[in-house]
């Protein structure tokens, strides 16, 4: 088993891709089933935003937009802190199955780490420094 | 190899190094020493841990080893040790990849399209 850099997740949906596409790129598509809210401007480049009645919101920017078969965007690892740019990618495709869509969801990016990680390791970072540590010990004790 | 998977495999050895180093709650308990106190030496650290001086040499060399922690140039009593976290990145990725969860997502997508074309 290799880092998992990539996760892949494939569903079988009983309705057509025109309908699928619709729930994966317009805001009430997205508002029912994803987030609780959603704003989405459908074009390379542009951005969209879900959120959530925890108050968690998560900025997006659209990549690709070629109805009804690829849809991508990126988005912030929730992990990170808020002003750090690095983003995974999140692509769907759509694939006519019978009357139904084969849907993939692929989100790539998990393994990027920053060129001056090394570097900033030793000039600081010792903030916030000591929650990270505490989080991961209890993802390591949770039975 | 490729060079992508090459470069996959060197950061998982990292995280298991990781999460290796982490299981040990002395070892837990000198990191959070580093984190909040800053630099120390190991007289330092058995000061203010209910561990030996022994035994937290040998979890620092673990943790250099790791290199979760960096000993700074020094006379041999006198080395200070210093936190680095970036192997802690790299495991936090590895976690972050394992945390996102799309079947969750994925189902509601597959009812909600049920529940319109019922509608």
Known sequence: MGFPDRIERTVELAHPPGMVWAALTTAEGLAAWFGDEAAIDLRPGGSARMSWASGYTVEMRVERVEEPTVFGFTWHLEELPEDDPRRTYVEFTLEPAGTGTRLTVVETGFAQLPDDAYRKAYDGHVQGWASELGELAEHLDAP | ?119
């Open chain 2, 1 to 119: 190899m490729p060079p992508d998977l090459q470069q996959d495999a060197g950061l998982e050895a990292v995280a298991e190094q990781v999460f290796t180093a982490l299981a040990d709650p002395s070892r837990r308990a000198i990191l959070a020493a580093l984190a909040s106190g800053g630099p120390a030496t190991a007289t330092d650290l058995a000061g203010r841990l209910p561990i030996t001086r022994q035994a937290i040499a040998k979890h620092l060399a673990l943790l250099a080893q790791a290199g979760l922690v960096r000993a700074e140039p020094g006379e041999r009593r006198r080395v200070r040790y210093r936190l680095r976290s970036a192997p802690m990145k790299v495991a936090q990725q590895f976690l972050a990849a394992l945390a996102r969860d799309w079947d969750g997502p994925l189902g509601a997508l597959k009812e909600h399209l049920d529940r319109s074309a019922a509608g």
